[in-house]
């Protein structure tokens, strides 16, 4: 399959810039995967379309304001100042992080970040990253709340002003350098008329790296290296989905993350077993699904690997057709934009 057969032309006035007021109050595009059949409305109307032996799946994972700006340590503060993205925490204060400029952080470098940060240049990774140890006096996660900028997605030009709009309500282990979008519709009031309704609410972990933007290069999809990102399913967790499959119920992931940290643990049967660990899984079309039956996701960029795990889900067709729809009907794209519903 090409990569090719996944692009769609997008008007750039439908990237959505910022947030609505309202978190519930974007729009939902309801897709029939198995005939294709198009329904719109608003994201609350999600209530109408679960069921009470229904499960949804939130991803937990809490955004880190992981974007930090400094200088190198003894020169002038208006010259040789660098930006640094925090990837991966490896072991206590070090870190995997990207830097630029590259040249301003060669190995044993300092720099520092305010009066309250410092970073050693510990070595040069194969890909060009570099691995930090960071110095400090306090709760390193304070320091980051305090010094830091949310690592909004490169398709997002303006600057967030509140921190808390790119985190879900449910946000809970820190970890990841971008949000699970699709969470970001729910509201407090909105999750509670579900739970009252009798569908119950699992949540899983998987901390979203920076590899989520990043673009397919192989022209045959098959050949794309999915990037790998840490999960975590408690065992309490999977015995609600695994009732939920035993009455009968659909089990719905709240977006990607979900979906492949679901089909990740999915055993032989349809069900799934807690474990942790790191999830490279690719999904395209062709991939037969053991666990979701459903998937609310926000709507994606052109020949993405987003948009090809949804496809997956439906049809290659059905998707396109729904995103024709939805660019025709004007609704808004990507991070802070509007919802769908396949199911």
């Not at 990569?3 to 810039?17: G, R, T």
């Not at 909004?152 to 790119?166: F, G, V």
């Not at 659909?250 to 977006?255: L, S």
Request: net charge negative.
């Amino acid at each position: 399959m090409d990569k090719k057969d996944f692009y769609f032309d997008l008007p750039k006035e439908l990237i959505a810039q910022r947030p609505l007021e309202n978190r519930a109050a974007s729009r939902l595009l309801t897709l029939d995967r198995h005939d294709g059949s198009i329904k719109h409305g608003v994201f609350t109307d999600l209530l109408d379309k679960l069921n009470p032996e229904d499960c949804i799946v939130i991803n937990n994972t809490k955004v880190i304001p992981a974007r930090l700006f400094g200088q190198r340590a003894g020169v002038d503060e208006n010259h040789q100042q660098v930006e640094f993205l925090l990837l991966n925490n490896k072991e206590g204060d070090i870190w995997e992080v990207l830097v630029k400029p590259g040249k301003w952080a060669r190995a044993g470098d300092k720099l520092i970040f305010g009066d309250a940060l410092e970073a050693e240049v510990l070595d040069i990774t194969e890909g060009g990253n570099r691995l930090v140890k960071f110095t400090y006096d306090g709760v390193f996660e304070e320091i980051l709340d305090m010094l830091g900028e949310m690592p909004l997605p490169p398709y997002i030009t303006e600057k967030l002003e509140d921190k808390d709009r790119y985190q879900t309500v449910y946000a809970k282990e820190s970890g990841s350098a971008a949000a699970p979008t699709a969470g970001l519709h729910f509201t407090e009031e909105l999750l509670e008329k579900i739970k009252q309704k009798g569908v119950k609410i699992a949540t899983v972990t998987l901390h979203v790296g920076l590899g989520t933007f990043r673009p397919v290069k192989s022209e045959k999809i098959e050949d794309h290296k999915m990037h790998s990102e840490f999960y975590v399913l408690e065992p309490s967790q999977a015995n609600i989905i695994n009732d939920t499959k035993d009455r009968g119920g659909r089990v719905i992931a709240i977006g990607t993350t979900s979906v492949r940290t679901l089909e990740s643990c999915a055993e032989e049967g349809g069900r799934v077993a807690p474990n942790s660990g790191y999830t490279g899984i690719f999904i395209y079309p062709g991939y037969q699904f053991k666990i979701v039956d459903g998937l609310i996701t926000n709507f994606h960029l052109p020949e993405s690997t987003l948009i090809m795990l949804v496809s997956a889900l439906s049809t290659r067709e059905y998707i396109l057709g729904a995103y024709e729809e939805a660019i025709a009907n004007k609704y808004r794209f990507f991070s802070f934009g509007d919802a769908m519903l396949i199911i």
